[in-house]
């Protein structure tokens, strides 16, 4: 039977705006595929993938247009057929210039000759299982982006986990992507599962699901197979972190700067594990994903999305914007990136598009009443107040000695601060100046 404590602190943030209610129930849809995709280089954590495709240059869909560049890496393939454009740079969501590749469509959607279904599927070893993540370019669905692969390759580890840890939490307000994945391909999710238990060599794996979405866990576990458990946890925002989740599954404590791996645990999202399952049963490199956009849209939805469709595409199938628009942010509301252009592509990592109102614009920072809510929310049981102090006088020593390295920027405290004061921000600060102290 799977553990089932939560993690102290955290907040409730699911029901501001329309929340998640306005796309929770509706099927996914398939996007239009787009005339023109712009696919940046930089989808994953790790080294840039190389560009290996010329302006001119006619490709299939599937192709690889990017090589992986060392271990952690991924290659990048073409998400539609047709002919490159050009070979350019593009901003992506966290602001950073980044190399891309442009396509025109030809609207064929020819598949490259590399992407062919398995035979055998039974048959596939360990390593085998890991080269397909590798070679398909499987990154983490839920935000990092890190190479799947890597997670995948325990041999040399040790200690061996023994649990594998699957986030079907998506604890952020709005975004129902994954909920929507988890009800409708319950049983791909589980195949994925099992191949990464192969992939490992782990025998037991707990999916996590919030308690708000019991049609995904009913589904889950109608799919599920020997040593999988699916296990509601208490709604709570950050749930879907992976220590809190890794908490609240194992009992387990990853200590303040170590991996999961440090408590035996590998962890990985549930979309990633439904594109695990494309990628070794069908051949299917990541090329698209589920991306929720949300707010004050027209038509709020979930639309499997081409990885290169622009922003500007995806407002036009949803019907456009509607009245009251003060922010649009690409990610979740509490932890997502203000949209500098919407030129924007979409990436493996993107998980929603939201348009947000007045709710998303903070009022006029005031004094510290010192009511200790910060303190409270806090999962890390840090003392927000008190960083965002010692920062204000730039007594950053002062604030990294407080604690400010182990904050996950999940935005709690700033989200219950009654006098709207930007204490993430400061930890934000704290952070980046002890990392320029380290390089
Ligand atoms: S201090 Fe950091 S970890 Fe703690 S609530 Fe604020 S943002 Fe989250
Ligand atoms: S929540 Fe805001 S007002 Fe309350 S103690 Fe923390 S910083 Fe001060």
């Not at 866990?217 to 020997?226: D, I, N, R």
Request: net charge neutral; proline share 5%.
């Amino acid at each position: 039977m799977a553990t089932t404590q939560t993690f102290g602190g955290g907040v409730h943030p699911h029901e501001i705006g329309n929340g998640k209610t306005a796309t929770r129930s509706q099927l996914i849809a398939n996007a239009a595929a787009p005339a023109r995709v712009t696919i940046p280089m930089v989808q994953h954590a790790g080294a840039p993938a190389l560009c290996c495709v010329k302006a001119g240059q006619i490709v299939n869909m599937g192709q690889v247009i990017g090589e992986a560049q060392g271990v952690v890496s991924a290659p990048v393939h073409a998400s539609v057929s047709g002919k490159v454009v050009s070979v350019t740079n593009c901003v992506i969501a966290d602001g950073r210039t980044v190399p891309a590749v442009v396509i025109d469509n030809d609207f064929e959607d020819r598949w490259d000759e590399s992407v062919k279904p398995c035979e055998n599927v039974d048959a596939l070893g360990a390593e085998e299982i890991v080269a397909i993540a590798s070679s398909c370019g499987i990154v983490g669905l839920g935000g990092a982006g890190f190479p799947t692969h890597v997670k995948l390759n325990t041999v040399k580890l040790d200690p061996k986990p023994d649990t594998l840890v699957i986030n079907g939490s998506e604890c952020e307000p709005y975004i129902t992507s994954d909920h929507r994945v988890m009800v409708e391909c319950a049983a791909q999710i589980i195949d994925g599962v099992r191949l990464a238990m192969k992939a490992t060599g782990i025998k037991c794996a707990r999916i996590g699901v919030e308690d708000n979405k019991m049609d995904a866990v009913e589904a889950l576990k109608a799919a599920a197979t020997e040593g999988i458990d699916v296990v509601a946890l208490p709604a709570k925002y950050p749930q879907g972190f992976e220590k809190m989740l890794i908490y609240a599954l194992t009992g387990r404590k990853v200590p303040n700067g170590a991996l999961p791996g440090a408590v035996q645990c590998v962890v990985l999202n549930v979309a990633t594990c439904a594109a695990l399952s494309a990628a070794v049963r069908e051949g299917k490199p990541l090329i698209e994903r589920v991306v929720t956009i949300a707010g004050r849209v027209a038509n709020p939805c979930n639309l499997r999305v081409r990885v290169g469709t622009s922003l500007m595409d995806l407002l036009d199938q949803v019907g456009g914007l509607t009245d009251g628009v003060r922010k649009l942010i690409v990610g979740g509301a509490m932890m997502g990136n203000a949209v500098p252009s919407l030129n924007l592509p979409v990436t493996k990592t993107f998980g929603a598009f939201l348009a947000l109102g007045e709710e998303a614009v903070s009022a006029e920072e005031s004094a510290c009443i010192r009511c200790g809510r910060c303190v409270r929310v806090c999962p890390m049981g840090l003392m927000p107040a008190k960083i965002d102090a010692l920062v204000r006088h730039d007594n950053y020593d002062g604030a990294i000695a407080a604690g400010a390295t182990n904050c996950m920027e999940c935005g709690s405290c700033t989200y219950i601060c009654p006098a709207k004061r930007g204490l993430t921000q400061s930890c934000r600060i704290a952070k980046a100046i002890a990392r320029s102290k380290k390089s």
